[in-house]
Antibody, heavy 127, light 110 residues
């Protein structure tokens, strides 16, 4: 079964740091780009960051650029999100999401769609 | 990276059809085929319903269909069922490896 499981959330003071992890299984992790998406309490989905299959390419929403760093360890099938200089507005449920098509896809390949999501990990920024 | 525009709410009676719109610009939704729709039930993770404007993943009923005209994409839910009551989000590629979501639409089955 294809699965992604987030962890590492918690309560942090403004200005603090936190590292989220996303453990994956059931698919060839190193062949897929991955994403982080967040959802503030009672609000909609917000794309946060994405990383290429090799980790060479990293991409960020303007709201987190310069403060968050996405990375991956393909030997451990794990995705990370290092979050620094945290603000109250970063309070949210953070989801890890797998891209639909592998970068090794042949034929009909569809990118920038997220087909497997975890249950999320909650990040609360408060003093 | 402005969010795509969705109506905050939509509703329909069981068996009816409902269409949810999602408006962007030529720099995102109107410029790429990477348009998706997600369904999210309360307290649950989002689920991919539609990808590449109108494609359905395996297991998604054909009651769900997607389309696009210019800078507006649409999700149509036919034969409404009680379990269709959920939040629906559109998403699009926005260039430079960025993605953008819509604000979400709460679908109520009357």
């Amino acid at each position: 079964e294809v699965q992604v499981v987030e962890s590492g959330g918690g309560l942090v003071q403004p200005g603090g740091s936190l590292r989220l992890s996303c453990a994956t299984s059931g698919f060839t992790f190193r062949y897929y780009a991955m994403n982080w998406v967040r959802q503030a309490p009672g609000k909609g989905l917000e794309w946060v960051s994405a990383i290429s299959d090799s980790g060479d390419g990293t991409y960020y929403a303007d709201s987190v650029k310069g403060r968050f760093t996405i990375s991956r360890d393909n030997s451990k099938n794990t995705l990370y999100l290092q979050m620094n200089s945290l603000r109250a507005e970063d309070t949210a449920l953070y989801y890890c999401a797998k891209e639909l098509s592998s970068t090794r896809c042949v034929g009909s390949c569809y990118y920038y769609h997220m087909d497997v999501w975890g249950k999320g990990t909650t990040v609360t920024i408060s003093s | 990276q402005s969010a795509l525009t969705q109506p905050p709410s939509a509703s329909g009676s069981p068996g009816q059809s409902v269409t949810i719109s999602c408006t962007g610009t030529s720099s995102d939704l109107g410029g790429y085929n990477s348009v998706s729709w997600y369904q999210q039930h309360p307290g649950k993770a989002p689920k991919l319903l539609i990808y590449e404007v109108s494609q359905r993943p395996s297991g998604v009923p054909d009651r769900f269909s997607g389309s696009r005209s210019g800078n507006t994409a649409s999700l149509t839910v036919s034969g409404l069922q009680a379990d269709d009551e959920a939040d629906y989000y559109c998403s699009s590629y926005a260039g430079s490896n960025n993605r953008v979501f819509g604000g979400g639409t709460k679908l109520t089955v009357l």
